[in-house]
C-alpha cells in the first residue's frame, strides 16, 4: 500500500504533537467560518418570512419562541442571527471574523462603534475572548437584563428525598438477591435486598437507614419527583450556575455542576451579573445544607436543577404536648411548642425556592432558549 504523498514522515513524538495541535486548530477555524455563514443564512431566512411570509401573522411575535422549540436553539441567538442578516454582509471564507465574533458584536448597540471594533478585531487578530474584553472595557454591551417586566412565576413540582428507581439491563446481571438503583448524574449503584423482598421494576423505591446499611423500601412517590438530593455547595460560579457536592444516598457522593433551571442571569463580566453572584453567594454561605432537584443535562452538559433552601436562623414551631391555654409558658418558646430545626425533608418540601426569588429580585430573567 503507496503511503499517502500529503502527509509528512514525522522525526519524533514532539514534532507529531506539534502537527496535530495545528491541523486541530485549522479544522475548527474552518468550522467556525463555515458557523458565520450558517448563521447569516438562518437570519436571512427568518427575516424574510416575518416580512413576505404567507401565515407570518400566525405566529406574530412567537415566532422565535416557536422556532426556538422546534429546532432547539436559544430564541436570543436566534434574533441575534436576523440582526446579523440585517446589519453584516454575508461572511466569505476569507472573513477573519467568526460567529462568535459577530455574536458579541451584535450586542452593541451603536453601529458606528460596532463596526469600528469590528475592523479592530481582523486588523489586530482579536481573538473572541479579547473581543470580549474590549467591549466590557469600553462599556459598549447593553444591558441584559430589563427590570421593568413583572416577574413570572416558575412552574414548580417539588422532589421526594433519597427515591430511586430500578435499572433493568440484559448487559447488567446483579448478583442473586441484588439490585442495581439509578441515582442519576451517570452513577449506579448495586444494592443488597433482604430475602423477602420482591422487586417490582416499574415501582419507586427510597432508601432507608437499616443498622449500618442503606436498603431499599417501596414508596409512593412518582418519577418526576426523583433525583431530589441533600447538596452541600462548593463554589458560585455567577447568578445561575455553581458546583455542589451531591448526597446521593447510600454513602455515595457526586461533585457536579449545576445550571439554575429555568432563568438566565447577566453575564459575569457585567454589574449586574455581579450582583446576582453576591445575592446567591450571600444566601448560600449562610447554609448548613441545600436541597437540589435536578433535571436532564442542558447542551454545555451542566444539569439543570432547582435548589430550596432555609436561612439557618429560621426554625419550625413543633407541638410536644397539649396544655391549656393558662398554662405557664415554656422557656423555649410558646406554650406547648418547642422550636426544632429544618431537616432536609422538611426543606424539600417547604423550603424557599431560589430559582423563583433570583426572578422576584429582578436579577434574572426567564431563560427564552
Known amino acids: ?49 416575518l416580512l413576505h411570509g404567507e401565515d407570518r401573522a400566525q405566529y406574530g411575535e412567537k415566532v422565535y419562541e416557536k422556532l426556538s422549540q422546534d ?18 454582509p454575508i461572511p466569505t471564507a476569507q472573513s477573519k471574523l467568526r460567529w462568535t465574533h459577530y455574536y458579541e458584536l451584535l450586542a ?11 475592523q479592530k478585531t481582523v486588523h489586530q487578530n482579536l481573538s473572541t475572548r ?9 462599556g459598549l454591551r447593553q444591558r441584559t437584563i430589563d427590570i421593568t417586566p413583572p416577574t413570572v412565576t416558575l412552574p414548580l413540582s417539588r422532589g421526594k428525598l433519597f427515591t430511586y428507581r430500578i435499572i433493568e439491563s440484559q448487559k447488567l446481571a446483579p448478583p442473586q438477591g441484588s439490585v442495581i438503583v439509578d441515582c442519576g ?12 423482598f420482591k422487586v417490582n421494576p416499574k415501582a419507586i423505591y427510597e432508601s432507608v437507614k437499616g443498622g449500618e446499611d442503606y436498603q431499599l423500601r417501596l414508596c409512593e412517590a412518582t418519577a418526576k419527583e426523583l433525583f431530589t438530593y441533600k447538596a452541600l455547595v462548593e463554589k458560585v460560579i455567577d447568578g445561575d450556575t ?20 429555568a432563568i438566565d442571569a447577566p453575564e459575569i463580566a457585567t454589574k449586574q451579573g455581579r450582583v446576582a453572584k453576591r445575592f446567591v453567594q450571600k444566601i448560600l454561605s449562610a447554609c448548613e445544607f441545600i436541597i437540589v432537584k435536578t433535571y436532564q443535562s442542558d447542551k454545555y452538559d451542566r444539569y439543570l436543577a432547582d435548589i430550596f433552601y432555609v436561612p439557618p436562623s429560621s426554625t419550625f414551631k413543633k407541638v410536644v404536648q397539649e396544655k391549656p391555654a393558662d398554662a405557664p409558658r415554656s422557656p423555649k418558646g410558646e406554650a406547648g411548642v418547642t422550636s426544632e430545626p429544618w431537616d ?26
Open 185 to 196: 448524574f451517570n452513577v449506579w449503584r448495586e444494592i443488597l435486598l433482604d430475602r423477602t
Open 108 to 118: 452593541i448597540p451603536d453601529q458606528t462603534t460596532r463596526d469600528q471594533l469590528a
Open 344 to 369: 432536609p425533608a422538611r426543606v424539600a418540601a417547604e423550603g424557599i425556592y431560589l430559582n423563583q426569588e433570583l426572578l422576584n429580585e429582578r436579577l434574572v430573567v426567564k431563560w427564552r432558549g
Open 242 to 261: 455553581l458546583w455542589v457536592n451531591i448526597d446521593c444516598g447510600f454513602n455515595t457522593w457526586v461533585r457536579q455542576k449545576l445550571r439554575l433551571r
Open 130 to 138: 479579547d473581543l470580549q474584553k474590549e467591549v466590557f472595557k469600553k
Open 71 to 88: 429546532l432547539k436553539i436559544g430564541a436570543k441567538t436566534l434574533e441575534r442571527a436576523v440582526r446579523f442578516s440585517r446589519e453584516f
Open 1 to 49: 500500500m503507496n503511503k499517502p504523498t500529503n502527509i509528512p514522515a514525522l522525526g519524533g513524538y514532539a514534532q507529531l504533537v506539534k502537527v496535530i495541535k495545528a491541523e486541530i486548530a485549522a479544522g475548527r477555524a474552518i468550522i467556525q467560518k463555515t458557523q458565520a455563514e450558517t448563521y447569516w443564512k438562518v437570519g436571512k431566512y427568518i427575516s424574510n418570512f
